[in-house]
């Protein structure tokens, strides 16, 4: 096809988008699968894939073949329908001469989207505000960090004063984060070049050469990544943190073996529902499958019930234990020693991460904190992509002794 027919904005005439071959039309698929999935829409890779093959089988002149091979791929649900027509008729449909600049007439549907992602797509379609998002306040949205300098001040900023936008870059920070935890030797062996010489079968390889020692071979331990466990505090006091540790938990799942707790009045095993792909999915079945967010404290109680139903399941071959809070409780002190004490026992190493030692001036006075700290490995931050960082270099450094 010649260069002057090749689409070269997001306002271009729709019937040049249904006329060009399928490996000009890739980029805009891929924008519009990030504009459903902004929108809540499952757009992922898949996804795309799905679509582009099913654009192979129509003519791709036809806008409705066109509309109807992509809602065939990307509509999964009754209720996602009204969702992806207003995002096909937002990026496909010509734009009006006569209407004001980007107004499409007669198609009024809004897109739920977040203030700061309707305000970006809204400028680069070039589409009336009112498209997109109706009645939100204009706010900034930095699509992607600029530069070095504008990074490093995002991995340094507190998760509390973040906007959504930034949120949202952190979360690609934390997916993009290199996790890995040191490894451990086990009783198993297995063959190698070096080790200990492996007796057994050098002689079954001997009786095969009419019994002579012919070759030795040798086996040293295998060596497995120390499983994670992480029981986070989603109380009323952590709410302001929970979304961005939520985020935390499911990009160490997709790397580790991580088994995922949170707790406020009680506690929930997540780790199932953290299995999804798809972030946003993932966050939406944790949302619906714990009934206490930013309810109470009881931090006692919620280790007392890992301790009796989780510790002999989750915390064999050396695992990591993990506690996220900020140590206000509401439960006795002498449980929480008890607990804990009990928990360290059966953890090759406990780790209790804190967002406000961030703070300027913190010292860990509140009466749960302070009685549970002598009883913790290390005490870390966890307010900002900085100082979760530095747990991941603490959880690649472990050695095989436990290190008070």
Not at 104 to 121: N, T, V
Request: with cysteine; glycine share 6%.
């Amino acid at each position: 096809m010649p260069d002057e027919e090749r689409p070269e904005s997001l306002g271009e005439d729709p019937s040049r988008i249904f006329s060009v071959a399928p490996p000009d039309l890739l980029p805009r698929l891929g924008a519009f699968a990030r504009l459903l999935h902004d929108a809540g829409l499952e757009a992922g890779p898949r996804r795309v894939t799905d679509a582009t093959r099913a654009l192979n089988y129509i003519d791709l002149k036809a806008e409705v073949d066109f509309r109807n091979a992509l809602r065939a791929v990307f509509v999964s649900r009754k209720e996602d329908l009204p969702v992806f027509e207003a995002a096909f008729d937002i990026f496909w449909a010509p734009p009006d001469p006569r209407a004001s600049a980007g107004m499409i007439p007669g198609r009024g549907r809004s897109l739920p989207m977040a203030p700061e992602r309707a305000k970006a797509w809204t400028e680069a379609l070039g589409l009336n505000r009112s498209q997109m998002q109706r009645e939100q306040p204009p706010a900034e949205f930095p699509a992607s960090s600029s530069g070095y300098s504008a990074e490093e001040l995002l991995r340094h900023k507190d998760f509390e004063e973040m906007t959504w936008a930034e949120t949202e870059q952190v979360r690609r920070l934390l997916e993009a984060a290199p996790w890995r935890v040191a490894e451990r030797r086990t009783r198993r062996l297995r063959p190698s070049r070096t080790g200990r010489i492996d007796l057994r079968r050098s002689a079954r390889h001997a009786i095969r050469s009419s019994g002579e020692l012919m070759t030795l071979f040798r086996r040293k331990p295998r060596v497995r990544r120390r499983p994670l466990v992480l029981i986070c505090d989603v109380s009323g006091s952590m709410e302001r943190y929970s979304r961005l540790l939520m985020i935390f938990a499911h990009a160490v799942s997709r790397r580790e073996d991580l088994e995922a707790f949170v707790f406020s009045t009680r506690l929930t095993r997540i780790t199932r529902l953290l299995r999804h792909r798809d972030l946003d999915r993932a966050l939406d079945s944790v949302s619906k499958g714990v009934h206490d967010f930013s309810g109470g404290t009881r931090i006692g109680d919620a280790l007392g019930d890992f301790n009796r139903k989780w510790a002999r399941r989750v915390l064999g071959h050396g695992a990591v234990v993990i506690i996220v809070s900020d140590g206000w409780d509401r439960g006795d002190p002498e449980h929480l020693v008890a607990e804990l004490v009990h928990l360290r026992r059966s953890a090759h190493r406990l780790i209790w991460l804190n967002p406000l030692l961030g703070s300027d001036g913190y010292e860990p006075l509140t009466r749960g904190m302070a009685a549970a700290l002598p009883h913790c490995d290390d005490f870390l931050a966890a307010h900002n992509v900085a100082a979760l960082e530095d747990l991941g270099r603490l959880l690649a450094g472990l050695d095989s002794r436990t290190s008070r």
